[in-house]
């Protein structure tokens, strides 16, 4: 499977989750890809310290961008299990290029307005790239929300009144876990001490993308 991860809106959290759902994924016995299709190249460097920290990172990443971005996937497709692709927070050539080869994009949100209002502009990229790419499948993770309170509801029924966009019904909580997991070159589900609840939110998130 190839996926996508992100947004035209930066500050969302999307390479958290794509090196989450690589580790995941990687740990789970699949061959995988990390495609840092970012130009700030956060992806390759959080690999790159988890090949030191750890010994090896468990899983291939190169970085490309633009055309290459495409063409380059399409080579690889058929020598890995998944490909993950983390591309940039905002309308790059990157972001197009992988909506043209993906199976599904993955566009974290967090529940804060600005967030939900850039996706219009992620569903016409979607609307686009599906001229090209028939069965690209869109959905929309709440990622970075609150525990509890009113403004998660209130996004994920402003998120669900977006055409072509799918919302997913796991949500990622705003946890420290994952931020301490990463300084360290690991997923969450890797840090001491562990924390239950971040690892059932990315568990649920890992079936809910890759079905």
């Given at each position: 499977m190839i996926l996508a991860v992100g947004n035209t809106k930066g500050g969302v959290g999307k390479t958290?989750?794509?090196?989450?759902?690589?580790?995941?994924?990687?740990?789970?016995?699949?061959?995988?890809?990390?495609?840092d299709g970012d130009e700030q190249g956060t992806a390759l460097t959080f690999t790159e310290l988890r090949a030191d920290r750890l010994g090896q990172a468990g899983y291939t990443a190169v970085a490309l961008t633009g055309a290459a971005l495409r063409s380059q996937v399409r080579q690889l497709a058929a020598?890995?299990?998944?490909?993950?692709?983390?591309?940039?927070g905002r309308d790059t050539g990157s972001l197009r290029a992988a909506l043209t080869v993906a199976?599904?994009?993955?566009?974290?949100?967090?529940?804060?307005s600005f967030d939900v209002w850039a996706l219009d502009q992620v569903a016409a990229l979607v609307a686009e790239a599906r001229e090209i790419n028939e069965g690209l499948r869109a959905v929309a993770v709440l990622n970075g929300a609150d525990a509890q309170g009113a403004d998660n509801e209130a996004a994920l029924e402003m998120i669900g009144d977006?055409?072509?966009?799918?919302?997913?019904?796991?949500?990622?909580?705003?946890?420290?876990?994952f931020p301490?997991?990463?300084?360290?070159?690991?997923?969450?589900?890797?840090?001491?001490?562990?924390?239950?609840?971040?690892i059932d939110e990315l568990a649920a998130l890992v079936s809910a993308v890759f079905v």
């Open positions: 958290t989750l794509a090196v989450n759902l690589a580790v995941a994924r990687a740990l789970a016995g699949r061959d995988l890809l990390l495609v020598k890995y299990d998944d490909i993950i692709i983390d591309v940039g199976d599904t994009l993955l566009v974290p949100v967090q529940p804060r977006i055409e072509g966009i799918e919302v997913l019904p796991t949500s990622i909580v705003r946890r420290k876990a301490n997991a990463a300084a360290e070159g690991r997923a969450v589900g890797e840090q001491s001490p562990r924390d239950a609840k971040a």
